[in-house]
């Protein structure tokens, strides 16, 4: 994770969101004793999707299941190229 301070963030903020998207990396963002995290939308949109998964016992329960399928050794492979 990058850091700036307000003030540079403020001097380069377009530089500071063109680089965010671009590599989808967070940019922590200090000012005095608090601070804050720009992410990309991409980025937002992954953890609002995680989120989703995981207040959904139903969804939980699904990829739990499929973990410990992975786990013992019960799982297909797929070459993506296939598909």
């Avoid at 307000?6 to 590599?23: A, H, K, L, P, Q």
């Avoid at 999707?49 to 973990?67: D, H, N, R």
Wanted: proline share 0%; no cysteine.
């Amino acid at each position: 994770m990058r850091t700036t301070t307000i003030t540079d963030f403020r001097t380069n903020v377009r530089s500071y969101i063109e680089s965010t998207i671009n590599d989808n990396e967070a940019l922590l963002i200090n000012r005095g004793n608090t601070a804050a995290v720009l992410i990309s939308l991409e980025e937002y949109n992954s953890i609002k999707a995680t989120e989703s998964i995981l207040a959904s016992s139903t969804m939980f329960g699904e990829v739990a299941a499929g973990i410990e399928q992975w786990k013992s050794g019960e799982h297909i492979e797929v070459d993506i190229d296939s598909l």
